[in-house]
């Protein structure tokens, strides 16, 4: 009698734990405001919010559905009017608050992330392949076994070369970087694109500016063949996505400022001019080129690629997203952040995970 119900009690709960939903919980520790943008991939629904403000400290906590596919990023100096419409220094996705199925304007780093049918992994990386706009760091926490966070900590801005930056101006902002674009966006060569005849692992190799790139964030996307050291898998019921992970001299863009270089940070200031670094070279992985030109590349199969779609702008006012947005539920400066920045920054070490304890005393009660 006992057995048949440790054995329906069994069944229901490995049920309930293959289908569950992972939820994005997105952190803003920048000192200035940011607006979050969410793109599904194809196949997939848009999440409940595709756009939204997040002052600096706020917290927003975002279901999706199993099997969502997609990317998370954040915007800056965004303006918008009552109904929307406006524009954003970087990441903007077709000048509205939501963005609705539209995806982000290069230079933005990206949080890209496939979940897992059942009890297939999540796929996630994040990505600079497109450029760079803010530090991110994405943690996972496991359903079942160990998970790595990723992401980039460092400010790439402070030592962006000159021809790829992006510099901020308007309304008297003062012309400081806001941005970093990737060397396809700014030059447009097949070899920076790893398109052409350039379009597959053994003819497109590191360059000498995705190497800058990769010098400053080990664990990102740089280019396109980038995912030997840029892939993660997990099985996760919440992914922590931490804006400004720590306090590298990240200032208001635009505002003209040129943050100092923080100890014991990945990335070196500029040391011969225009260029920012001295590169290493560094050994090309195996694995596809995006679809086209520039395009983020997406997890390796058997994920979905991730279209970015175009849908018109709402034609409705804009209202404020039905998900409420508080205070972070852990705090910024919560040890789990800390080691997933330590992780990202410098070491392979995993994330602490929840334990399933409780589920298992519950288990021998019914069994006893």
Known sequence: MHIAKVGAFLCVFFTLISSYYSTFTIINNCPFTIWPGTLAGSGTPQLPTTGFRLDSGQTIRIPSVPGWSGR???????????????KCQTGDCGGTLEC????????ASLFEITLGHGDDKDFYDVSIVDGYNLPIVASPVGAF??????????????GCPKELQVVGGEGGDGGGVVACKSACEAFGLDKYCCSGEFANPTTCKPSFYSTIFKNACPRAYSYAFDDGTSTFTCKA???????????????????GLTPPTTPGSEFAPPTIPDSGLVPPTIPGSEFAPPTIPGSELTPPPPPPTIPVGVLAPPAIPVQE????????SMPIDDPSHEAA????????????????????????????
């Not at 998370?72 to 303006?79: Q, Y």
């Not at 996505?241 to 635009?254: H, M």
């Not at 920045?341 to 006893?368: G, Q």
């Open 321 to 328: 997203p039905s998900i409420p947005i508080q205070n972070p």
């Open 72 to 86: 998370i990023w954040g915007r800056t100096g965004c303006t918008f009017d009552a109904t929307g419409a406006g």
């Open 237 to 255: 019921y919440e992914y922590s996505i931490l804006f400004c992970p720590k306090d590298n001299g990240v200032r208001k863009p635009g505002n």
């Open 145 to 158: 076994g160990a998970c790595n966070a990723t992401g980039c900590v460092s400010d790439i801005n402070t």
């Open 341 to 368: 920045v330590r992780m990202v920054s410098s070491s392979n070490m995993l994330l602490p995970l929840p334990t399933l304890l409780p589920i298992i005393l519950l288990i021998l009660k019914l069994i006893s």
């Open 100 to 107: 609705e199925g539209r995806g982000a304007s290069p230079p």
